[in-house]
């Protein structure tokens, strides 16, 4: 009991001790409730139009220079959007004061039409008022030119890079049946497995790797034991399973199942192929290079034995009768 009322006792004070707090809390002002930090368009600063100049005359130097490599068309790309966004922006400085200039302007009625004149003191305020008003857009003006400068450079790199890509998808390659071509691909063929070997060597000389390597080590077992037995058995499994249930199967049944089972054959040695990759990504013994390589593997695998297994497949063998 004495515990209990100790317990209320205490509830009581955290109460009166809150009450007071927020009693005597000082209220949020005007400025921090409603304005906070954010700033209107018209106290933006005006952009550092000679740095713009420096960026834009290097940008249509690299425009006229086919030579220019097309990520350094992407990062120039990048560097332009940003300053067009920037412009953009600018274009609200002064808005609020340009308007309120306009009404001004509006207010003293329509100009004299050429030979008519109007009273003096209307007429000076007119000119006044226009010559603020030309001072007030002088920055919009500005931001407006450079807006569409940044656009045109933009719209000019989209059409190089377009040109390129599509000479890319036009040019003829060199095809691998010309014997003409085998020496060059062997030296690249060779040139490529003495990187990966490098890679894979000087990695093996990391401790940091071989200790990862460890680590990983009863994963990478499993995975290297399940795929290499998927990819020398998975697809002989499959092709006698997809056998015997067109021997055995209802000819309802028949063909929708064979059918099922016999894309095994490319999903069984594909997962394995899936497999081994993943058991040499745990190894962290492969460098960019082989790392490359080894994200490509999978779908290369897919195209070959779904290749092999549409040529093994044909309208004789999957529908035969059953005897």
């Not at 220079?65 to 990520?71: A, K």
């Not at 998975?234 to 199967?249: F, I, S, V």
Request: charged share 25%; proline share 6%.
């Amino acid at each position: 009991m004495k515990a209990l009322r100790s317990m209320r006792l205490w509830l009581v004070w955290a109460c009166l001790a809150c009450a007071a707090l927020h009693a005597f809390a000082p209220a949020p002002t005007l400025a921090q409730g409603i304005l906070g930090p954010a700033t209107s368009a018209d106290e933006l600063a005006p952009p550092d139009y000679k740095q713009w100049e420096k960026t834009a005359t290097r940008a249509e130097r690299e425009i006229a220079d086919r030579e220019t490599d097309s990520v350094a068309y992407e990062a120039m790309r990048g560097y332009l959007v940003e300053w067009r966004d920037t412009f953009l922006r600018a274009q609200g400085i002064n808005a609020s004061r340009i308007a309120s200039v306009r009404g001004q302007v509006d207010a003293l009625g329509a100009a004299p039409a050429e030979g008519a004149t109007e009273p003096d003191d209307i007429a000076q305020r007119r000119k006044e008022l226009t010559e603020q008003l030309a001072e007030l857009r002088a920055p919009v003006v500005s931001a407006e030119e450079a807006y569409q400068r940044a656009d045109g450079l933009i719209r000019e790199i989209d059409r190089v890079v377009r040109e390129r890509k599509t000479q890319d998808l036009l040019r003829l390659w060199p095809m691998p049946l010309n014997p003409a071509n085998w020496p060059a691909a062997a030296s690249e063929t060779s040139t490529l497995a003495v990187d990966l070997w490098n890679e894979g060597a000087t990695r093996f000389g990391s401790e940091r790797a071989r200790a990862t390597a460890r680590d990983n080590l009863p994963a990478i077992l499993g995975l290297l034991v399940v795929g290499l037995l998927l990819i020398a058995r998975g697809r002989a499994l499959m092709e006698r399973l997809t056998q015997t249930l067109q021997d055995q199967a209802s000819a309802r049944g028949r063909k929708v199942g064979s059918l099922l089972v016999s894309l095994g054959q490319i999903v069984a040695p594909v997962a394995g192929v899936v497999a081994v990759s993943h058991a040499i990504t745990l190894s962290a013994m492969a460098g960019p290079r082989t790392t490359l390589v080894v994200e490509v593997l999978p779908a290369i695998s897919f195209i070959l034995y779904a290749a092999g297994w549409q040529a093994g497949s044909s309208p004789r063998t999957a529908c035969r009768p059953r005897r």
